[in-house]
């Protein structure tokens, strides 16, 4: 466990540089065993759920070189070997092993992925698609057997929901078939980033609109280099970090991806200007604003807590609804038990601006939340200590070093865990 102690109120300047985005990085590291050859990965972002899955694809027989952020992976002598271990566990996307193993092995054995606790998070769909390709599965108390039954060379399936996850992983374990038409997919610019990675390295996959057609191609042996996309949310983060406490240049970052949240800013007279791949933002406060998560384009879940932040010290009043994940509404109880006027109405919260906000103690419980509450400390005044930093390094790469850089004052310690707790 690890906590931080941060000095709210100090003026932020500086230049920040988004790094690789965490929801691309995982997946392409997944779908990087499906190459024939070695791949080098550039912008590869230095977060604890990149760690996690390099130590699994070593524990398969991998050779993984990380250095600055160009990652070269060697799967020449990749085994099979079950996924048991606790790497799986810590995080969301190692689900994602279980498609590209059902592709590359035609069967899969992992324990159930954990992640942040944000909702009840099933994988139903992935495993609705799992079986309509003729794979089986059992699961015995938190491990998953999935092998394949029944071979199929031509298949359509609709996804029962819009999912994430379910869309690409399905793709993974579809690349098995000769012939297959996925429909009701969902790819984010992540999961876009990824049918780039994996047409590079010979795959057919096409998208048209939500319908993922992909059909068999022989895989030829080269290098191929990837650039992992900028991270859209690390980018809004620090943008929201300058509007509540300076004057930040926000470089490296995708803008056509992100139009949405930031047409909100500009429409709530927040002090913002962008181009394609850069933002300037000044401190400022802005008018409330209605912000509705929904799958891309619309506004993205991942986003929201820190739009809560922002909300909490604007002008005027807010309301928020979350619709993706019933459980990410943390930051409001937070917000609220520090005396924040807060109407939490099942997903729907109403929040009152303030001009400030006192707290000194904070609880990270997931890493959108852990972040929305260190952008709070930053912007209020005193100092603030918040517990479990290890929640946000899971998708920001080095936070404290970019926040030290542009004048944050924010100090780190490690916490011994209690026994027995
Ligand atoms: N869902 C199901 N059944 C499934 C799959 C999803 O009911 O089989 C539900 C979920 O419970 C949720 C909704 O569908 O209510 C959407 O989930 P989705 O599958 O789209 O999300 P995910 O794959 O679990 C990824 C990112 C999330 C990000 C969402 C939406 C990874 C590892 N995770 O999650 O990232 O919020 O897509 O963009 O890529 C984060 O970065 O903080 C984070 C949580």
């Given at each position: 466990?690890?906590?931080?102690?941060?000095?709210?109120?100090?003026?932020?300047?500086?230049?920040?540089?988004?790094?690789?985005?965490?929801?691309?990085?995982?997946?392409?590291?997944?779908?990087?065993?499906?190459?024939?050859?070695?791949?080098?990965?550039?912008?590869?972002?230095?977060?604890?759920?990149?760690?996690?899955?390099?130590?699994?694809?070593?524990?398969?027989?991998?050779?993984?070189?990380?250095?600055?952020?160009?990652?070269?992976?060697?799967?020449?002598?990749?085994?099979?070997?079950?996924?048991?271990?606790?790497?799986?566990?810590?995080?969301?996307?190692?689900?994602?092993?279980?498609?590209?193993?059902?592709?590359?092995?035609?069967?899969?054995?992992?324990?159930?992925?954990?992640?942040?606790?944000?909702?009840?998070?099933?994988?139903?769909?992935?495993?609705?698609?799992?079986?309509?390709?003729?794979?089986?599965?059992?699961?015995?108390?938190?491990?998953?057997?999935?092998?394949?039954?029944?071979?199929?060379?031509?298949?359509?399936?609709?996804?029962?929901?819009?999912?994430?996850?379910?869309?690409?992983?399905?793709?993974?374990?579809?690349?098995?078939?000769?012939?297959?038409?996925?429909?009701?997919?969902?790819?984010?610019?992540?999961?876009?980033?990824?049918?780039?990675?994996?047409?590079?390295?010979?795959?057919?996959?096409?998208?048209?609109?939500?319908?993922?057609?992909?059909?068999?191609?022989?895989?030829?042996?080269?290098?191929?280099?990837?650039?992992?996309?900028?991270?859209r949310v690390?980018a809004m983060t620090?943008t929201i970090?300058g509007l509540l406490?300076?004057?930040?240049?926000?470089?490296?970052v995708?803008t056509k991806d992100i139009e949405l949240p930031l047409k909100l800013l500009e429409e709530s007279d927040y002090a913002i200007k962008y181009?394609?791949?850069?933002i300037?933002v000044?401190?400022s406060k802005g008018n409330g604003m209605r912000i509705k998560t929904e799958?891309y384009p619309g506004f993205p879940t991942d986003m929201q807590p820190i739009f809560g932040v922002l909300c909490a010290y604007s002008k005027a009043t807010s309301i928020i609804e979350e619709t993706?994940?019933?459980?990410?509404?943390?930051?409001?109880?937070?917000?609220?038990?520090?005396?924040?006027?807060?109407?939490?109405?099942?997903?729907?919260i109403?929040i009152?601006g303030?001009?400030?906000?006192?707290?000194?103690?904070?609880?990270?419980?997931?890493?959108?939340?852990?972040?929305?509450?260190?952008?709070?400390?930053?912007?209020?005044?005193?100092?603030?200590?918040?517990?479990?930093?290890?929640?946000?390094?899971?998708?920001?790469?080095?936070?404290?070093?970019?926040?030290?850089?542009?004048?944050?004052?924010?100090?780190?310690?490690?916490?011994?865990?209690?026994?027995?707790?």
């Amino acid at each position: 466990m690890s906590n931080v102690e941060i000095i709210g109120g100090t003026h932020l300047h500086g230049t920040v540089k988004v790094s690789g985005a965490k929801n691309a990085a995982i997946p392409l590291l997944c779908a990087s065993l499906l190459a024939r050859g070695k791949v080098l990965f550039r912008n590869m972002p230095k977060i604890t759920d990149v760690d996690s899955l390099v130590r699994i694809l070593k524990y398969l027989e991998c050779d993984v070189k990380f250095k600055g952020h160009t990652m070269l992976v060697d799967n020449t002598n990749l085994k099979y070997k079950p996924l048991l271990l606790t790497e799986c566990k810590q995080m969301r996307g190692s689900y994602y092993l279980m498609g590209v193993f059902l592709t590359l092995f035609s069967k899969c054995e992992m324990v159930l992925p954990g992640g942040c606790k944000i909702g009840k998070r099933p994988i139903d769909i992935h495993l609705q698609a799992f079986k309509e390709m003729g794979f089986q599965y059992v699961i015995n108390e938190d491990v998953i057997s999935i092998v394949k039954h029944e071979d199929i060379k031509n298949l359509e399936i609709t996804l029962k929901n819009k999912s994430v996850g379910a869309s690409l992983n399905a793709m993974f374990a579809g690349l098995s078939i000769d012939n297959l038409t996925l429909r009701n997919t969902l790819f984010e610019p992540e999961g876009r980033d990824v049918l780039l990675f994996l047409r590079q390295i010979g795959y057919d996959v096409h998208l048209q609109e939500d319908v993922l057609v992909h059909k068999t191609k022989k895989l030829e042996l080269k290098l191929i280099k990837h650039n992992v996309l900028p991270d859209r949310v690390e980018a809004m983060t620090y943008t929201i970090l300058g509007l509540l406490t300076g004057k930040l240049r926000i470089q490296n970052v995708a803008t056509k991806d992100i139009e949405l949240p930031l047409k909100l800013l500009e429409e709530s007279d927040y002090a913002i200007k962008y181009n394609s791949n850069e933002i300037i933002v000044n401190k400022s406060k802005g008018n409330g604003m209605r912000i509705k998560t929904e799958v891309y384009p619309g506004f993205p879940t991942d986003m929201q807590p820190i739009f809560g932040v922002l909300c909490a010290y604007s002008k005027a009043t807010s309301i928020i609804e979350e619709t993706i994940f019933e459980n990410r509404l943390q930051i409001y109880h937070d917000l609220k038990d520090l005396g924040v006027d807060v109407n939490i109405e099942t997903s729907t919260i109403t929040i009152q601006g303030q001009s400030e906000i006192e707290c000194t103690k904070l609880t990270a419980c997931d890493l959108r939340q852990g972040v929305a509450l260190a952008l709070l400390a930053f912007a209020a005044k005193g100092t603030v200590q918040i517990e479990n930093f290890e929640y946000i390094e899971r998708g920001y790469e080095d936070f404290i070093h970019k926040v030290t850089a542009i004048g944050g004052k924010i100090k780190q310690y490690d916490v011994l865990p209690l026994q027995n707790k």
